[in-house]
Every structure is written in structure tokens, then in C-alpha cells.
């Protein structure tokens, strides 16, 4: 009895430093967004403000067009997510019910896009958009994340449909819907945890892209929000307190797409594990 007592306080001692090592970042910036400037550097640190003041909230977007880049952002970030649903649950669907030649050379190939750093690609894409008079403008992104983003979407969707007996979609079709019609009727409500973990998966994806958001975007007015934070990061001073501020705005839509799909997310994660 006293073992297990023992073992229990070390596991709530053990997890409760893991809870503080993962909040106290998200506190500080959250503190520090809230300080005026000459108290970020004040020192001895001060872990909670002498002075609360929303100056920094209100200077970055006097500095700069932080709602133009916010709602560049979410533009990309949303349409490309639901173009990657849309076209990786008609992929995952191939892959999941039919065998057919080339089928594991198709999936070796998805699995090797993942191996490779995203930016060993940056060049020559930069050359194809070119070429095509597609630089600086958010549908180069658009095509960018969306293509990078179906073959992983495709592998955890396919999990998804590998778990769910076929027997239901040929019941839909003994009584008289078609095979499209059994996936959007019957097998897709079946999915929708999975669903909503691949499009949150794609979505924080776009959202926190820099690369080739740097990359292929120069215009103020196209910029995202990556590449505004970017930006605080000056070549002598980092404008700490425009940073915090703009970290906790970036942050706001992620959790509130987390807190409305939360129920989603933990049925994705515990039911869409991959299978051979």
C-alpha cells in the first residue's frame, strides 16, 4: 500500500513538471505581451507585470497591417485544408479498398515525400512559379499547401478507412446507393473524427508555414502571418513585447479550433492509428 502511494506521488511529481515545462513559455509570452518595454528588460525578471498595459497589442498593428496578414493566413490555411480533405478522402478511399498494380509503389511514394526537408524543394519551385507568373500571390501558397500536404493527409485518412468494415458500404449498396454514394452516406459520418484530425493537422500546418511563405511573398498585402513575425526580428533588436503580442494572436485561432473540435480530436487519436 505505501509502494503504490510512493509510485503515485512520483508520477504526480513527475507530471506536474512536465505541466509546468509546457505552460510556462505560453505564461511568459503571455506576461511579456502585457509589459510595457522598458520592464521586459528590467532586472531582477519580474514573473508577473508591475504594470499591465495593452501597448504592444495596440503598436503592432500601428507598425504594421497585422489584420491584412491574419486574415491572409486564414484564407490559405482554411481553403487549402478543405481542398486537402476534399481530394485525400477520395485518395485514402483508393488506397484503403482496392489492390491494384502499383499499389504499394503509390504509398512508398507517399510515405518517401515526408522524408525529404521541404526546403530542398524551394528552389525549383521558385523557378516553376516563375515561370508560370505566380510569385507573390496567396494561390502560389494555396498550390504549395496543398500539394505538400495530400500524401501525409492521404496515409492518416487511409488509416481511418482501414478500420471501418467494408460490409457497411456494400449494405448501402445492396440497397440501391451507388459506391460514392455509400462513402458520402454512410462510411463518411462513420469518419468524422478522423476527418476533423486530418483537416486540424492541415491547418496548423499552413498557419505556422514560413518557408515558403519568405519565399514566394513580398508583397504587404500578401504577406501571412508567419512572415509578419518575422519581420519583429530586426538585424540589431528584436522587438520582444510586438512579438509577444503577435504570438498570442496567432495562437487565439488554433485554439479555438481545438476547444470546438476537441471531442473529434481525441476519438482521431485514439482510433486512426495506422495499419499495415
Given at each position: 500500500m505505501a509502494k503504490s502511494r510512493v509510485l503515485l506521488s512520483l508520477k504526480v511529481l513527475y507530471l506536474s513538471f512536465h505541466l509546468v515545462?509546457?505552460?510556462?513559455?505560453?505564461?511568459?509570452?503571455?506576461?511579456?505581451?502585457?509589459?510595457p518595454k522598458k520592464d521586459i528588460f528590467s532586472f531582477p525578471l519580474h514573473y508577473w507585470p508591475q504594470q499591465f498595459t495593452?501597448?504592444?497589442?495596440?503598436?503592432?498593428?500601428?507598425?504594421?497591417?497585422?489584420?491584412?496578414?491574419i486574415g491572409n493566413s486564414l484564407l490559405v490555411s482554411v481553403l487549402s485544408a478543405v481542398i486537402v480533405i476534399a481530394i485525400s478522402i477520395l485518395s485514402a478511399y483508393v488506397m484503403a479498398r482496392f489492390t491494384f498494380r502499383g499499389h504499394k509503389q503509390i504509398m512508398m511514394a507517399f510515405f518517401s515525400t515526408q522524408m525529404l526537408p521541404g526546403f530542398v524543394s524551394l528552389a525549383p519551385l521558385y523557378l516553376l512559379l516563375a515561370e508560370l507568373d505566380l510569385i507573390n500571390t496567396r494561390f502560389s501558397l494555396l498550390i504549395l499547401y496543398t500539394v505538400g500536404l495530400i500524401p501525409f493527409s492521404t496515409i492518416m485518412l487511409r488509416g481511418?478507412?482501414?478500420?471501418?468494415?467494408?460490409?457497411?458500404?456494400?449494405?448501402?449498396?445492396i440497397d440501391g446507393c451507388s459506391r460514392l454514394g455509400s462513402l458520402y452516406r454512410v462510411i463518411l459520418p462513420v469518419m468524422l473524427p478522423g476527418i476533423a484530425s486530418t483537416f486540424i493537422f492541415a491547418f496548423v500546418q499552413n498557419w505556422n508555414e514560413l518557408f515558403a511563405a519568405v519565399m514566394f511573398i513580398d508583397s504587404e498585402s500578401m504577406k501571412t502571418l508567419p512572415v509578419a513575425m518575422n519581420s519583429f526580428i530586426m538585424k540589431f533588436d528584436v522587438d520582444w513585447g510586438a512579438m509577444s503580442a503577435g504570438t498570442v494572436l496567432s495562437v487565439i485561432p488554433t485554439v479555438i479550433l481545438f476547444a470546438?473540435?476537441?471531442?473529434?480530436?481525441?476519438?482521431g487519436l485514439t482510433q486512426g492509428a495506422e495499419k499495415g
Open positions: 515545462l509546457m505552460v510556462f513559455p505560453l505564461y511568459w509570452i503571455v506576461m511579456t505581451s502585457l509589459k495593452l501597448e504592444n497589442y495596440i503598436n503592432i498593428f500601428k507598425i504594421s497591417k497585422f489584420h491584412v496578414y481511418f478507412f482501414q478500420r471501418i468494415p467494408s460490409s457497411l458500404e456494400e449494405a448501402a449498396m470546438f473540435a476537441q471531442r473529434y480530436i481525441v476519438e
